[in-house]
């Protein structure tokens, strides 16, 4: 069964930069497109970036454009999200997703950012 | 990117249908059948209920099903059950190979 582990979450100054990764399973990673999404506490689903099955594209919301990068690593299955100068409103849950047969098909349980 | 429009609440006796709707824009749900439904418990991460419209995964009851018109989108729950208590959130792909998802509906069941 598909699983995805989050990680690198934790408290950080604004201004300053983190690294997510998340690590898959359970299906084939390589040929799949992955997305973040995050969730600030008490509020909804924000779709943050994805990267194309291959690495070659990548697509960002505009409220982290040029402070995020999304990247894949597909020899460990694993993705990324470095995070840069950082803002108290990106305080959220993130959450990786694969699009297997459709986007967000499969969630992890997340790993809490805390800019503070 | 502004959000999907979606009511705040919604509520419903056991045993009665409820719709929810996912209101966008001709850049996103009207134009692309690519919406979907998600469901979150508090605390739990969001599951896929509905994908490509009217789209059921294996293994979720054939309970939920999902339509489009125009630009809005719809989440059916017909005999609503306890455990269908939880909030709900539409998405939808929007032109540019962005995503967007809806403001979110909290189910009560009453």
């Known amino acids: 069964q598909v699983q995805l582990v989050e990680s690198g979450g934790g408290v950080v100054q604004p201004g300053r930069s983190l690294r997510l990764s998340c690590t898959a399973s359970g299906f084939t990673f390589k040929s799949c497109a992955m997305h973040w999404v995050r969730q600030a506490p008490g509020k909804g689903l924000e779709w943050v970036a994805t990267?194309?099955?291959?690495?070659?594209?990548?697509y960002y919301a505009d409220s982290v454009k040029g402070r995020f990068t999304i990247s894949r690593d597909d020899s460990k299955n694993m993705l990324f999200l470095q995070m840069n100068s950082l803002r108290t409103e990106d305080t959220s849950v993130f959450y990786c997703?694969?699009?297997?047969?459709?986007?967000?098909?499969?969630w992890g349980q997340g790993t809490l950012v805390t800019v503070s | 990117q502004s959000a999907l429009t979606q009511p705040a609440s919604v509520s419903g006796s056991p045993g009665q249908s409820i719709t929810i709707s996912c209101t966008g824009t001709?850049?996103?749900?009207?134009?692309?059948?690519?919406v979907s439904w998600y469901q979150q418990h508090p605390g739990k991460a969001p599951k896929l209920m509905i994908y490509e419209v009217n789209n059921r995964p294996s293994g979720v009851s054939n309970r939920f099903s999902g339509s489009k018109s125009d630009n809005t989108a719809f989440l059916t729950i017909s005999g609503l059950q306890a455990e269908d208590e939880a909030e709900y959130y539409c998405s939808s792909y929007r032109f540019g190979s962005t995503y967007v998802f809806g403001t979110g509906t909290k189910v009560t069941v009453l």
């Open positions: 001709s850049s996103d749900i009207g134009a692309y059948n690519y």
């Open positions: 990267i194309s099955y291959d690495g070659r594209s990548t």
């Open positions: 997703a694969p699009t297997v047969r459709t986007p967000f098909e499969e």
